[in-house]
């Protein structure tokens, strides 16, 4: 990167509550109102995909520590399209408990100076309350989410839409536009042909909501293959405050961290990008220690000027940046990422 345009950058540390400068897309950069270019750098808080509780109300306490002990300027949220509408098994009020709880983390993470990348993690093959979980796919009750969750939280700054976590195995064109599927069973059980809604479509629903939201968009290959980004493959948004391309950075890639780094090369000066989710601890990996992966992973991050936020801020949901939930940091992961948060 130049130099110049580097120096120019400004780690957005948790700001006054009430004080969230609003963030769009200009060129490769996510900027400010007045053009100054912003890094973002925060921590995963999952738990709201998998219960409608988080975790016995652990959520709050997370979010809390994320900004105020990690200093994160950024959170983000995994949440599932089935228990925004009561369709959990363990739901019986339409989702009402849900949303309200949604709503107090939003509130917690903006209210103490940072942003909130609501992302939606988990959806259904277009069946509500059928195999809610990881999907290759958003589907058509995906859509239903983001018209409701868009309205609701439109235009307010500090709240960012991720428009669908992980896609992977399917193509391009049906990453963009949209296709039929066909899904594996879970568990064993029978595969599921469903259509597929492509990401063009997911944002121009949100856009139709009339939220102009920063927007964060994951390629294929759960989110780590950028090609296509490079291929005409960009999303369209002429009305909107951009899409920031994201990448997920996990050993199990295959990767080393010099081809990771020659990937970020080809595509950080044509699209802006934040890699949303990261991390290794307690194995080791590719013959490297774990520790010395996150750390070189981390100078990288720094030194290319790239927003991040790492996986996860919870203690069973790995790769793990906390070890209970006194929040002790993890000493090959954590530990590393909570004093890198924040330096400049």
């Given at each position: 990167m130049n130099l110049l345009i580097a120096a120019t950058f400004t780690l957005m540390s948790p700001l006054t509550p009430g004080k969230l400068a609003p963030l769009h897309v200009e060129g490769v950069h996510v900027v400010r109102s007045d053009g100054s270019p912003v890094l973002l750098r925060g921590v995963n808080?999952?738990?709201?995909?998998?219960?409608?509780?988080?975790?016995?109300?652990?959520?709050?306490?997370?979010?809390?520590?994320?900004?105020?002990?990690?200093?994160?300027?950024?959170?983000?949220?995994p949440l599932s399209q089935d228990r925004w509408f009561g369709q959990g098994k363990e739901q019986d009020d339409g989702g009402s408990a849900y949303r309200e709880l949604v709503g107090k983390v939003v509130k917690t993470i903006n209210g103490a100076g940072a942003y909130a990348l609501m992302d939606l993690h988990w959806s259904d093959e277009g069946i509500w309350g059928n195999a809610i979980g990881q999907h290759l796919m958003p589907d058509k009750n995906s859509l239903t989410?983001?018209?409701?969750?868009?309205?609701?939280?439109?235009?307010?700054?500090?709240?960012?839409?991720?428009?669908?976590?992980?896609?992977?195995?399917?193509?391009?064109?049906?990453?963009?536009?949209?296709?039929?599927?066909t899904e594996r069973g879970q568990r064993g059980g029978p595969s599921r042909t469903y259509q597929a809604i492509g990401m063009q479509q997911m944002l121009d629903t949100v856009r139709s909501s009339g939220a102009n939201n920063l927007v964060v968009a994951g390629?294929?290959?759960?989110?780590?293959?950028?090609?296509?980004?490079?291929?005409?493959?960009?999303?369209?948004?002429?009305?909107?405050?951009?899409?920031?391309?994201?990448?997920?950075?996990?050993?199990?890639?295959?990767?080393?961290?010099d081809q990771w780094l020659a990937k970020i090369r080809k595509v950080e000066h044509k699209i802006p990008i934040i890699v949303s989710e990261f991390g290794a601890e307690g194995?080791?990996?590719?013959?490297?220690?774990?520790?010395?992966?996150?750390?070189?992973?981390?100078?990288?991050?720094?030194?290319?000027?790239?927003?991040w936020i790492?996986?996860?801020?919870?203690?069973?949901?790995?790769?793990?940046?906390?070890?209970?939930?006194n929040y002790t940091p993890t000493p090959t992961f954590g530990a590393l990422v909570k004093e890198a948060i924040?330096?400049?």
């Open positions: 808080a999952a738990s709201l995909e998998w219960t409608s509780d988080g975790e016995n109300g652990h959520i709050l306490e997370t979010v809390r520590r994320a900004v105020g002990d990690w200093h994160a300027n950024i959170v983000r949220v989410f983001w018209r409701d969750f868009a309205r609701l939280y439109r235009n307010q700054s500090g709240v960012l839409f991720d428009l669908y976590n992980e896609p992977h195995d399917v193509s391009w064109e049906v990453w963009q536009h949209g296709g039929q599927v390629g294929l290959d759960w989110a780590y293959d950028l090609s296509g980004f490079l291929a005409g493959r960009q999303l369209s948004d002429p009305g909107g405050n951009g899409v920031i391309y994201a990448n997920h950075w996990y050993p199990f890639k295959g990767d080393t961290l194995r080791a990996t590719r013959g490297q220690d774990p520790k010395q992966w996150v750390a070189r992973t981390l100078d990288i991050l720094r030194d290319h000027r790239l927003s790492a996986w996860d801020l919870h203690p069973a949901a790995g790769p793990k940046l906390i070890s209970d939930w924040s330096r400049p």
